[in-house]
Structures are given as structure tokens and as C-alpha cells.
């Protein structure tokens, strides 16, 4: 069975809703994956726009050490570099240790990728690494991926 992702908050390709912007409460969306293989030992997400920084990607979350029993996220995962469930927040491109939704400049729609990997180990790397740190970390250990794509635009 190949990994996959979703949220009941927006399909594939569809608008994220304003609540999880910071033009709303900026709180993440929920989301889902498909039943995970024994192999799998964590998970790590990446929330991106590949658009908003002049020669480089922006990041809204990197979350890592994802315990694989679970099956998902709750909506409004809380700040914070270690959770109380196990997982690690890194640190977005706006310094933080938490989710920031999406925000182009005003007139502007964006494309914001939601990146699940299955990995075969956790990560050794403390809370509030980069999303390159964790990329890099992780690049041995990737068993499967899955995407989740979404659009905003502010005007």
C-alpha cells in the first residue's frame, strides 16, 4: 500500500481555508495518512511554498519523530520544539518552532505543499533543527512519501 495524505479541511489541489492562515487563526489543519507498514519507525512533515523566498523555499512547519502509530494530526497541533507525544518542531523560515500558515503578499495565490516521508529510524537531531537539517538527516532513511497541495491567495 502506498503512503498517502489528506485533510477533511481541503482536497488535493483546493483552497486552504482562511481558519488556517494567518488571515484566520493560523492554526494547522488536520490531516490523515494511510495505515503505515512495520518497516516505519517515524514520520517527518514539511509544510512549503517554494514560491514566497527569492532563490530558495519557505518553510511553515517541519515536524519530525512523528510516533508511527499514529494516524494523523489533530487540527491546531500546539507550539513548541517537543510535543507531549513525542514528536519535534523545527524551526519554520520564520524562526519559530510551530505551524505558521500561509501568507503571500496581498493579490498573489500561492501553492503550499504538505510533504509526509516515512522513515525507517527517528531522526537524531534535537528539537528546533532546520527543515535542511531534517532533509539531510533523513535523506537515508526515506521508505515512502506522500503530498498534500494546496492554494491561498490574500486580496
Known amino acids: 500500500m502506498r503512503l498517502s495524505l489528506m485533510s477533511s479541511a481541503f482536497a488535493s489541489g483546493g483552497a486552504i481555508?482562511?481558519?488556517h492562515t494567518c488571515e484566520g487563526e493560523n492554526v494547522s489543519p488536520p490531516l490523515r495518512w494511510s495505515r503505515l507498514s512495520e518497516d516505519v519507525k517515524s514520520l517527518a512533515l514539511i509544510v512549503?511554498?517554494?514560491r514566497?523566498?527569492?532563490g530558495g523555499v519557505f518553510s511553515h512547519w517541519v515536524l519530525y519523530n512523528i510516533p508511527p502509530d499514529m494516524d494523523g494530526l489533530p487540527e491546531g497541533v500546539e507550539a513548541g520544539g517537543t510535543?507531549?507525544?513525542g514528536?519535534?518542531?523545527g524551526r519554520n523560515s520564520f524562526g519559530n518552532a510551530r505551524y505558521e500558515g500561509p501568507c503571500p503578499?496581498?493579490?498573489e495565490?500561492?501553492?503550499y505543499y504538505f510533504r509526509l516521508y516515512a522513515l525507517d529510524a527517528p531522526l537524531d537531531i534535537s528539537a528546533g533543527a532546520t527543515r535542511e537539517q531534517v532533509l539531510q538527516h533523513m535523506e537515508s532513511h526515506i521508505l515512502d512519501r506522500s503530498e498534500l497541495m494546496g492554494r491561498?491567495?490574500?486580496g
Open 17 to 19: 481555508p482562511r481558519r
Open 48 to 50: 512549503d511554498d517554494p
Open 52 to 54: 514566497a523566498a527569492a
Open 83 to 85: 510535543l507531549p507525544w
Open 87 to 89: 514528536a519535534m518542531q
Open 105 to 107: 503578499p496581498l493579490d
Open 109 to 111: 495565490e500561492h501553492t
Open 152 to 154: 491561498y491567495g490574500r
